[in-house]
């Protein structure tokens, strides 16, 4: 079972790094294309809204195939996507190339939930969704810092050359690794809809969507933030974005133990933690130190969010769970694509980059309202079914 967990993890370590190591090469890649920073930003949109769209779509194709074929299928896309990147010979090309990348994303963290969390003990199952992510988050301490170095060094291109070999070694771990059989819930278009209607799971995935678009709303400016602010060089841009990594691991590991025991206790207190840490990066970003503790910080606390969040919509989700799982990294996505889209509007409209985190904690704030009103309803609900 864990080289089954490894072997997805692979696969997330791959796509997280193609999705986030664009930030710390928004300057080059504006640069070599010749297009502004806000519109480099855009391609992170693009990614995002292709998840969004894609991922439902797919998980609607893909219902009632095997789910080893299924998971392979989609990391071949990603090889794919990530190697018409490299070779995009402009700004309209790369942007389609990074949108074929996107399709696959959503389905395989939906897909990919579902059987590492069917994959271990019922106790246990936000723990081994957690060690899937795991890749995720090594992506951002180890394939976006180094990302960022190689491109910085040989070209934003190499890169995504870098990317596509993660790739084709994902498919050989998935291969050798993923069981052979793997159990599939049968279910019709019908019943997979259904989950959209169900109150519970709406406001989780809403409460995704404010906290990823919390995050993205500063993040995807963290390299100009951490130029032009901290005072950071291009290689310390490096350097800041591993301790961001490192943050968003030993959240990753966090919230899976968390969820497995007090769930919802969990998704309150790091909603308020997350808060608190962006709204305090307003000042710490004007100083090296405290810029990179409050990124430590910050890290570890949206990143607990997310297998919280994703074990949340496959319990409330259970008639459909691939569906339900999907629709959520869909809900993350929008989440990044609105973020960017709203920290683009801030920083457009004059407002200095050092206010811009003020931005990200009101987004963060709905996200902690959310989770109170969803506590609320399933109290007045436990207490109906009681009387």
Same mark, same amino acid.
């Given at each position: ?24 090469? *928004?300057? =080059?890649?504006?640069? =070599? ?8 930003? /855009? ?40 190697? /018409? ?8 090309? *790369? ?152 943050? /968003? ?65 496959? =319990? ?72």
């Amino acid at each position: 079972m864990p080289l089954a967990l490894f072997a997805l993890a692979v696969a997330a370590f791959g796509i997280g790094t193609t999705e986030f190591v664009i930030m710390g090469l *928004l300057p =080059d890649v504006a640069n =070599d294309l010749h297009v502004s920073i806000p519109s480099a930003g /855009l391609l992170i949109t693009g990614y995002a809204l292709g998840v969004v769209f894609g991922a439902p779509i797919l998980a609607i194709a893909t219902a009632n195939m095997p789910r080893r074929a299924t998971l392979l299928g989609m990391t071949l896309t990603f090889v794919l996507g990530n190697a /018409l990147c490299a070779l995009a010979p402009n700004y309209t090309a *790369l942007m389609s190339a990074r949108v074929i990348t996107a399709l696959c994303h959503g389905a395989f963290f939906g897909i990919g939930s579902v059987v590492a969390a069917g994959l271990v003990a019922p106790n246990k199952r936000a723990q081994a969704i957690a060690l899937m992510f795991t890749g995720l988050t090594l992506a951002n301490v180890l394939g976006v810092p180094l990302g960022t170095a190689l491109g910085q060094f040989a070209g934003w291109r190499s890169t995504f050359w870098a990317v596509t070999v993660i790739g084709l070694i994902a498919v050989v771990a998935q291969v050798a690794w993923l069981p052979k059989e793997i159990p599939l819930q049968r279910t019709n278009l019908a019943a997979e809809l259904r989950v959209l209607g169900k109150t519970n799971v709406l406001l989780a995935m809403a409460m995704s969507v404010m906290a990823s678009a919390s995050l993205f709303s500063v993040f995807t400016y963290i390299a100009p933030i951490l130029q032009d602010i901290t005072g950071v060089s291009p290689h310390g841009v490096t350097i800041m974005l591993l301790i961001f990594g490192v943050g /968003l691991t030993v959240g990753s590991i966090l919230g899976g133990k968390l969820a497995d025991s007090r769930l919802l206790p969990s998704l309150v207190g790091m909603a308020l933690a997350t808060v608190l840490i962006v709204a305090a990066f307003s000042q710490t970003s004007r100083s090296l130190i405290p810029a990179a503790i409050t990124l430590f910080v910050w890290g570890v606390t949206a990143f607990a969010l997310c297998p919280i969040l994703q074990l949340m919509i496959i =319990d409330q989700a259970h008639e459909a769970p691939n569906m339900g799982s999907t629709l959520n990294q869909s809900a993350f996505n929008l989440g990044n694509a609105t973020g960017a889209w709203i920290g683009g509007l801030v920083v457009g409209s004059g407002v200095q980059l050092t206010e811009l985190p003020w931005t990200g904690a009101a987004l963060a704030m709905l996200t902690l309202l959310t989770a109170l009103f969803y506590i609320y309803l399933q109290r007045r609900h436990a207490q109906t079914v009681g009387a």
